[in-house]
């Protein structure tokens, strides 16, 4: 029962935030040269899409309160699945943690290719091809999607990298 009201409070923790936060990125200046994509839509498309799913998750827990109390007993065992999840989750973490601190010093193309990569294979995928053509592909179409459309820049790194990276945008 503890365990089923801290997801409870977590998620509604969670939506009163995403709540707040949809509200501080619609203070965001406005441009008259991007006014349909401006600086607050996507945090505002981020926050909105986790309000509503916190929400959701808020009425599952409150719906889940009234069900059966015999699954409580086996809430905090870990079995070895779960520690594998547990695995994933901090090899993902580190990854997003060393994304972070590498795209300033490698620039965007060579540390999301990179992290996508190293990313797939904490999902177990068996086609290897389809890691390197996904890694690829989707930076490739993320670089022109950021320096094309939306005309914003990207981080291009320092010394040889930054000179790397000036030969595709």
Not at 39 to 45: L, R
Not at 50 to 72: E, F, H, Q, S
Not at 117 to 128: D, E, G, M, R
């Amino acid at each position: 029962m503890a365990a089923r009201l801290l997801d409870v409070a977590f998620a509604g923790l969670l939506f009163v935030l995403s709540i707040y936060l949809w509200i501080e990125a619609d203070g965001f200046p406005t441009s008259r040269r991007f006014a349909q994509a401006d600086a607050d839509f996507w945090p505002k498309a981020v926050f909105g899409t986790m309000a509503l799913i916190t929400a959701i998750m808020v009425v599952r827990g409150l719906m889940g309160l009234r069900g059966p109390k015999d699954a409580d007993t086996q809430a905090f065992v870990m079995t070895s699945e779960n520690w594998v999840s547990v695995a994933r989750v901090g090899a993902m973490a580190g990854l997003i943690l060393a994304f972070y601190f590498a795209l300033q010093i490698v620039g965007f193309p060579i540390a999301t290719i990179t992290f996508l990569f190293l990313a797939s294979f904490v999902i177990p995928y068996p086609n290897h091809a389809i890691r390197v053509a996904f890694a690829l592909g989707f930076t490739v179409a993320l670089v022109l999607f950021f320096t094309k459309a939306l005309q914003l820049p990207l981080p291009r790194g320092t010394g040889v990298f930054y000179e790397f990276n000036v030969l595709f945008y």
